[in-house]
């Protein structure tokens, strides 16, 4: 069964840690073994997983992307404006989607690791696509 789950992003680029609305969900299913599949259909967001024990891991991962990929006005593509267009390059380079093993009902997950989405061009209402598989 395809479940959305629906979040809204503050303005700019950001990240959000998603792990407690994915978990939740995920233990609303029931499924004991198998694998819950989550990906982005946006194109100027993307989500990874990755620390978030430290505030300070997400702030440099979006100091990083920012000085990798600044926004600019010589893209070749500027169908929407250049944060769009950075957007579209950041969103490639994190990818857009993640998947993680259920055992024993419960996500696994390293000690430090925890779920982000990325938001690239905020403000927005996003939706993250989350299927659970089970076997």
Do not use: W
Request: aromatic share 4%; net charge negative.
């Amino acid at each position: 069964m395809l479940t959305i789950l629906e979040i809204a992003t503050g303005p700019g680029e950001s990240m959000v840690n998603i792990t407690e609305l994915v978990t939740a969900a995920a233990e609303r299913m029931g499924v004991k073994e198998g694998l819950c599949a989550l990906i982005v259909p946006h194109t100027t967001a993307a989500i990874t997983i990755n620390s978030a024990l430290d505030t300070a891991t997400i702030d440099d991962i979006t100091a990083e992307m920012r000085r990798l990929v600044p926004t600019r006005i010589d893209f070749h593509h500027q169908y929407d404006t250049p944060t769009d267009a950075a957007g579209h390059v950041k969103a490639a380079l994190i990818d857009h989607s993640v998947l993680v093993t259920i055992s024993e009902g419960k996500l696994l997950l390293g000690g430090s690791q925890s779920i982000l989405f990325y938001e690239f061009d905020g403000p927005r209402d996003r939706k993250i696509q989350m299927k659970v598989i089970a076997g």
